[in-house]
C-alpha cells in the first residue's frame, strides 16, 4: 500500500511519523514522508536507515525555533506560538499544501498530524482518505471522557465538549475557514470536527496504559501506544567523556525539556544548577541552547541525545511534560518530575502523576531551585514512586505503537 505521511512541527511532532513511515516499510508498504521541520533536525540519515522516501518542504528552515523564540520577544508561550506561526507556517502554507496535492497523487491513503490541516484540505480536494494523528488523547470527543480541562462529571460532558470546541474555533477556525473555502472546500462550522479530526480513523500515539480508550470511541479513534524508532534504527553510543561520566558514580538525574528550553534559556540552565546543587545530585542536562557538550563538576550538558538510550542509564527524569518526554520516562521505568511550560505538558503531568509514577507536576514558571530540588529528592526516595514506575514500565513495553497503527490502517484499506 501507497502511504502518504505529512507533518509540521518540531522534532517531538515529526519522530513519531518517522517511526510509522520506518514500521510501515518494515510491513512491505510504501510510504513515503513530507515533512516541514521548524527546528535543524536533520532527519535525512534516519530516513536512509529506514528506506523511506523523505521530501521536505521548505528545502531549508528559514527561521530557527530559538531565533523565533528570541523574535517574539517574550516568554509566554501563546505569544510564541503565535511567532511561530507567523514565521514558519503561514508564509510556507501554499506551498505545503502544494506539496501535500503532490503526496496525495502518489498514495492510497494519507497520515498526517491534526496541526497540519493543510493535510486535510489537500485530501478533500483530491478525494484521497484522511487518516488524523494525535499524540494527546484529551482532544477527541467522548460522551463518557471530558474535554482537556474539565472536571470528570459525566452529566456535563456534552456540554464540556461544546465548550472545548469554541475554544478550539478560536484558535484554529478563522485561519482554516479562510483557507478551505479560498479553495473550494467544504465550508468549516466547527474546526475539532471539521479540521483536526478524521471522519477515516484517527491514530493516537500514546499509552493505553496511561490513557485507556473510552468504550464509545469504538475503531475511529484508536489508543495504539506511543511511536518510537526501532533501537536499531537510531544507533547511539555516549561519547567517551559522557561514558566516562556515567560510570564515575551513582546514577544521574536526566534533565531535558525539549524544545521548551528556548522559551527561556537562562531561566532553564540557572533553575536546573540550582536545584542540582539543592538536591545533591548528579545529572545528566539535555539542552538545546547549549553551544558545547560538556562536564561542570556533577553535571554533564549534552546537545542532544536519544531518551530512548540514555533514560535507561538515570535515577529519575525531569522533564517538561511534551508526549515524548513522559513516554521515555514510562518507558524507561524512572520516577519523573514535570515542569510543564504550558497546558497541555501540565495535563501529560497530570496522567504520570494520577499512574503513580511522578511527583505531582509544578509549573516551570512558578518552580525554584528550592522547590525543584525537593521534588528531585522526594522522587529519588520514594520506594511507591519506584515500584510503580517499574512495574508501568512492564506494561508499556509490551505495547506496539506503530504495530497497532499499521494493522489500522491495513484494515482501513479493505474497506
Not at 496541526?115 to 486535510?120: A, C, E, F, I
Not at 478525494?127 to 463518557?144: E, L
Not at 531535558?256 to 540550582?274: I, K, Q, W, Y
Request: hydrophobic share 45%; with cysteine.
Amino acid at each position: 500500500m501507497r502511504i502518504g505521511i505529512a507533518g509540521w512541527g518540531s522534532e517531538g511532532d515529526l519522530r513519531p511519523l518517522v517511526a510509522l513511515a520506518g514500521r510501515l516499510r518494515r510491513a512491505g508498504h510504501e510510504p513515503s514522508l513530507l515533512l516541514s521541520p521548524v527546528d535543524e533536525i536533520d532527519w535525512g540519515a534516519t530516513c536512509s536507515a529506514l528506506q523511506v522516501p523523505m521530501r521536505l518542504v521548505p528545502e531549508l528552515t528559514e527561521h530557527s525555533l530559538q531565533e523565533i523564540c528570541k523574535a517574539s520577544q517574550s516568554a509566554d508561550p501563546s505569544k510564541v506560538s503565535r511567532a511561530l506561526l507567523d514565521l514558519a507556517f503561514f508564509p510556507q502554507l501554499e506551498a505545503m499544501y502544494a506539496a501535500a496535492h503532490e503526496l496525495c497523487a502518489q498514495s492510497e491513503v494519507v497520515v498526517g498530524l491534526f496541526s497540519s490541516w493543510y493535510l486535510k484540505a489537500a485530501c478533500l480536494a483530491t478525494g484521497v482518505p484522511f487518516v488524523c494523528v494525535h499524540y494527546y488523547p484529551g482532544m477527541v470527543p467522548s460522551r463518557t471522557v471530558p474535554p482537556i480541562g474539565f472536571p470528570a462529571w459525566k452529566w456535563l460532558n456534552p456540554v464540556a465538549w461544546e465548550l472545548f470546541s469554541r475554544v478550539i474555533d478560536l484558535g484554529f477556525g478563522s485561519a482554516t475557514k479562510q483557507f478551505f473555502a479560498s479553495k473550494g472546500l467544504p465550508k468549516v462550522r466547527r474546526a475539532l470536527t471539521d479540521v483536526l479530526l478524521s471522519d477515516r480513523l484517527n491514530l493516537i500515539g500514546a499509552s493505553p496504559t496511561l490513557f485507556p480508550a473510552p468504550a464509545d470511541w469504538g475503531g475511529l479513534n484508536v489508543v495504539c501506544g506511543d511511536f518510537v524508532l526501532p533501537g536499531e534504527e537510531q544507533p547511539w553510543e555516549p561519547e567517551p567523556a559522557l561514558a566516562r561520566f556515567l560510570e564515575d558514580g551513582e546514577k544521574p538525574v536526566l534533565f531535558s525539556f525539549g524544545t521548551m528550553a528556548h522559551l527561556a534559556p537562562e531561566r532553564s540552565r540557572e533553575l536546573v544548577l540550582g536545584a542540582i546543587k539543592q538536591a545533591k545530585v548528579r545529572a545528566v542536562v539535555q539542552m538545546r541552547s547549549a553551544q558545547e557538550s560538556g562536564r561542570e563538576g556533577d553535571t554533564f550538558f549534552v546537545h542532544w541525545a536519544p531518551h530512548r538510550h540514555l533514560a535507561p542509564r538515570c535515577s529519575a527524569m525531569v522533564i517538561h511534560g511534551g508526549a515524548g518526554t513522559t513516554h521515555a520516562a514510562l518507558r524507561a521505568g524512572l520516577p519523573a518530575v514535570v515542569l510543564p511550560f504550558i497546558f497541555e505538558q501540565k495535563l501529560w503531568g497530570r496522567l504520570l502523576h494520577r499512574a503513580g509514577t511522578a511527583t505531582r507536576p509544578m509549573s516551570f514558571w512558578k518552580a525554584t531551585p528550592q522547590t525543584l530540588g525537593s521534588q528531585i529528592r522526594q522522587a529519588l526516595g520514594s520506594e511507591a514512586l519506584r515500584q510503580r514506575a517499574a512495574e508501568l514500565a512492564s506494561r508499556v513495553s509490551r505495547e506496539d505503537g506503530t504495530g497497532v497503527a499499521v494493522e489500522r490502517l491495513e484494515a482501513l484499506a479493505k474497506r
